[in-house]
Nanobody, 127 residues
Framework: QVQLVESGGGLVQAGGSLRLSCAASGRTFRSYAMAWFRQAPGREREFVSGISLFGGNTYSSDSVKGRFTMSRDNAENTVYLQMNSLKPEDTAVYYC????????????????????WGQGTQVTVSS
């Protein structure tokens, strides 16, 4: 089992940057594929970016590709989401998620394949 704690959210102007962090507890962090999801008011939770067990593969949704970069540090039990060129439509609560259901090289799974979730961190982008 793993516990996830996100940080780094906040208020930023359009065009700005934020870096989200997700710290994981437990000794088996490297056995989890990790991902970031987000949920805006009135909308379903959607996949943003994912990373495979050892960080060799990443995948981002079309809406953030080229602007967001996900990485992981298995020595520090932490994943990051670097968000650049932020837009008002990026405003949402961002959730970190972990999965042991994906293959070693798989960077993206469905929402149901992630068993562990953090509490979320709010990102607000003003126009």
């Amino acid at each position: 089992q793993v516990q996830l704690v996100e940080s780094g959210g906040g208020l930023v102007q359009a065009g700005g940057s934020l870096r989200l962090s997700c710290a994981a507890s437990g000794r088996t962090f490297r056995s989890y594929a990790m991902a970031w999801f987000r949920q805006a008011p009135g909308r379903e939770r959607e996949f943003v970016s994912g990373i495979s067990l050892f960080g060799g593969n990443t995948y981002s949704s079309d809406s953030v590709k080229g602007r967001f970069t996900m990485s992981r540090d298995n020595a520090e039990n932490t994943v990051y989401l670097q968000m650049n060129s932020l837009k008002p439509e990026d405003t949402a609560v961002y959730y970190c998620a972990a999965s042991q259901r994906l293959s070693a090289r798989q960077a993206m799974g469905t929402r149901m394949e992630y068993d562990y979730w953090g509490q979320g961190t709010q990102v607000t982008v003003s126009s």
